[in-house]
């Protein structure tokens, strides 16, 4: 129900508005009375009225006057103006204030309602795509942390060159232009959630500006810092020690985890942050050592023998290069989120099956290409959409011919079927034999 407030000194024209309302349109509005422009501006501000007819000429605050105030604590109020004079002498300033709609007194009983309804369904439009924006960014919330997870991996993998890459990053609002790879090592194995420790990082991730994290892969989080266009590298430096020492203690006092952070130097390019990661890795194992932040740029040549950027190298000065953890994480991850998409389909077909149900529907309800949809559907269950809703209907079919109550007409109908021609043909074709046939078979 919206809210619709009448504004007139006049009693009887609020009166016969409302009248003229209630009767043509019955429970779609909450009318509420305002006598003059101050008791108005008072009662929208505590029922925030959808509608606002406004008469012009009233005692104290002008018509225009309020609506000017109204207007600027309720952007998207709908103003109607309502005068008994020549509406072109308001129409510059009632234009100004955003006044889409004006009617004339005394009111013709089938303007106003047109008017109405028109002002409904821009309403109706409004809810309905404000819906739609909070569904999007629902979704959008939903698939941000997956998004930086792909992008991430596929830096620390340095199979982040391809154009679809480029294409994520830029979704993403991370270039992939100048920055520096760092990890977040934990020494031991955590017996809290792993969400929970992984949604401290991301939160503070997010007070650093440009970045991206992995998800935790073998006691191990990855981190991609953007050094801001025009900051000096020391500087970009000082903030990412100050912002590696932040995590340390959170991770801390949040969990009593201890954790080593290992820093990268500044390299440019996806192949430069892949290599940045390898120095962290690196780094973050001589961190471990000291229970501290270690800068791959501060270590000295004879402390460690790292000749070559590449997990070997990494594996050598004794650390376990989790990128192939990250791969095996990756396909069962992928595995899971498979499943359970197909689980959802599953389901949503088994509820809709009887039904006129097409591919495109089932994609859009588990959120995913129709072609691609096709494909897992194909590879995890072994046989098409189509052969397996045909499966599902004439199981349907055949239960229903079992029970030896209803017409083949109505079993088609209940099947899923609305030519009762072509359901005997298909039946024939998954049975090898007519329905008719098949209910002779088993009564």
Same mark, same amino acid.
């Given at each position: 129900m919206y809210r619709l407030?009448?504004?007139?000194?006049?009693?009887?024209?609020?009166?016969?508005?409302?009248?003229? =309302?209630?009767?043509? @349109? $019955? +429970?779609?509005? !909450?009318?509420i009375h305002a006598e003059n422009g101050r008791t108005a501006i008072g009662l929208a501000e505590e029922h925030r009225p959808h509608i606002i007819f406004m008469d012009v000429n009233m005692p104290g605050?002008?018509?225009?006057?309020?609506?000017?105030? =109204?207007?600027?604590? @309720? $952007? +998207?109020?709908? !103003?109607?103006?309502?005068?008994?004079?020549?509406?072109?002498?308001?129409?510059?300033?009632?234009?100004?204030?955003?006044?889409?709609?004006?009617?004339?007194?005394?009111?013709?009983?089938?303007?106003?309602?047109?008017?109405?309804?028109?002002l409904v369904d821009d309403l109706d439009q409004?809810?309905?795509?404000?819906?739609?924006?909070?569904?999007?960014?629902?979704?959008?919330?939903q698939l941000m942390p997956l998004a930086e997870n792909e992008l991430a991996l596929l830096l620390m993998m340095n199979k982040a060159a391809d154009d679809e890459s480029w294409k994520?990053?830029?979704?993403?609002?991370?270039?992939?232009?100048?920055?520096?790879?760092?990890?977040v090592a934990f020494h031991d194995e955590m017996n809290?959630?792993?969400?929970?420790?992984?949604?401290?990082?991301?939160?503070?991730?997010?007070?650093?500006?440009?970045?991206?994290?992995?998800?935790?892969?073998?006691?191990?989080?990855?981190?991609?810092l953007r050094m801001p266009p025009g900051m000096p590298e020391t500087e970009f430096n000082d903030e990412v020690h100050q912002y590696g020492e932040k995590l340390r203690s959170h991770v801390e006092q949040?969990?009593?985890?201890?954790?080593?952070?290992?820093?990268?130097?500044?390299?440019e390019?996806?192949?430069?942050?892949?290599?940045?990661?390898?120095?962290?890795?690196?780094?973050?194992?001589?961190?471990?050592?000291?229970?501290?932040?270690?800068?791959?740029?501060?270590l000295k040549k004879e402390d460690f023998a790292f000749t070559d950027r590449n997990p070997a190298a990494v594996s050598q000065a004794g650390q376990r290069s989790y990128v192939v953890a990250a791969l095996e994480r990756i396909r069962e991850e992928r595995e899971q989120q498979t499943m359970s998409v197909l689980d959802k389909a599953k389901r949503y077909i088994g509820l809709k099956f009887t039904e006129e149900l097409s591919l495109e529907e089932v994609a859009d309800h588990v959120h995913l290409n129709p072609?691609?949809?096709?494909?897992?559907?194909?590879?995890?269950?072994?046989?098409?959409?189509?052969?397996?809703?045909?499966?599902?209907?004439?199981?349907?079919?055949?239960?229903?011919?079992?029970?030896?109550?209803?017409s083949l007409k109505e079993v088609s109908y209940l099947a899923g079927y609305k030519d009762p021609n072509y359901f005997s043909r298909v039946f024939k074709k998954v049975t090898g034999v007519t329905p008719s046939e098949y209910r002779e078979q088993v009564n």
């Open positions: 407030m009448i504004a007139d000194d006049e009693a009887l024209e609020r009166e016969g508005l409302e009248w003229i =309302i209630r009767r043509a @349109m $019955p +429970d779609t509005f !909450l009318i605050i002008q018509g225009l006057e309020a609506l000017k105030e =109204i207007k600027a604590r @309720m $952007p +998207d109020a709908k !103003l109607v103006l309502v005068t008994a004079y020549d509406y072109f002498a308001y129409a510059k300033e009632a234009i100004s204030l955003g006044v889409e709609e004006y009617i004339i007194k005394p009111a013709k009983r089938k303007e106003l309602v047109s008017l109405l309804h028109r409004e809810k309905a795509k404000r819906e739609e924006e909070l569904e999007m960014r629902d979704r959008m919330s994520l990053s830029e979704w993403l609002g991370f270039p992939l232009d100048r920055g520096l790879g760092l990890v809290i959630g792993r969400q929970k420790v992984y949604n401290v990082i991301h939160s503070l991730l997010r007070t650093f500006g440009s970045s991206i994290s992995s998800s935790i892969i073998d006691r191990h989080v990855a981190v991609f949040h969990f009593g985890l201890s954790a080593a952070i290992g820093i990268g130097t500044v390299r390019g996806a192949e430069g942050l892949h290599e940045s990661y390898f120095e962290a890795v690196f780094a973050s194992t001589l961190g471990a050592r000291n229970g501290e932040i270690c800068h791959f740029g501060d072609f691609y949809f096709s494909k897992i559907f194909k590879q995890l269950t072994g046989e098409t959409f189509i052969d397996y809703l045909t499966s599902l209907r004439i199981g349907k079919a055949k239960e229903l011919i079992a029970e030896g109550d209803l």
